[in-house]
């Protein structure tokens, strides 16, 4: 069964030559337990007075997406059951 979630990856930030505008793209994906969609992010930010980034345009591109029919097939694990109980994996 698919969980909720949000990725972004190959985030890519031009900053102008004036230093005060940018434009940004990536790439995002979401889970939900009936299904997942893609696409990606495209937008254009500004250099406020106050030292704040902020979009001026932001597009939210849905590419590709499905649903299915699921079936759970098991519990989530409680901690006490995790092999890490509940740690990150590295540096054990």
């Given at each position: 069964m698919?969980?909720?979630?949000?990725?972004?990856?190959n985030?890519a930030?031009?900053v102008?030559?004036?230093a005060?505008?940018?434009?940004l793209?990536?790439?995002?994906t979401t889970?939900r337990?009936?299904?997942?969609?893609g696409?990606?992010y495209e937008?254009?930010?500004?250099?406020?007075p106050d030292?704040?980034?902020r979009?001026?345009?932001?597009?939210?591109?849905s590419?590709?997406g499905?649903?299915?029919?699921?079936?759970?097939v098991?519990?989530?694990?409680?901690?006490?059951?995790?092999?890490?109980?509940?740690?990150p994996a590295t540096?054990l």
């Open positions: 698919i969980a909720g979630g949000h990725n972004a990856t985030v930030i031009s102008g030559d004036d005060t505008t940018a434009s793209t990536a790439y995002f889970t337990p009936v299904g997942i969609q696409g990606r937008g254009t930010l500004r250099l406020d030292g704040a980034w979009f001026d345009t932001l597009a939210i591109i590419a590709w499905w649903t299915a029919d699921v079936q759970k098991s519990d989530p694990v409680s901690v006490d059951q995790s092999k890490f109980a509940g740690k540096g």
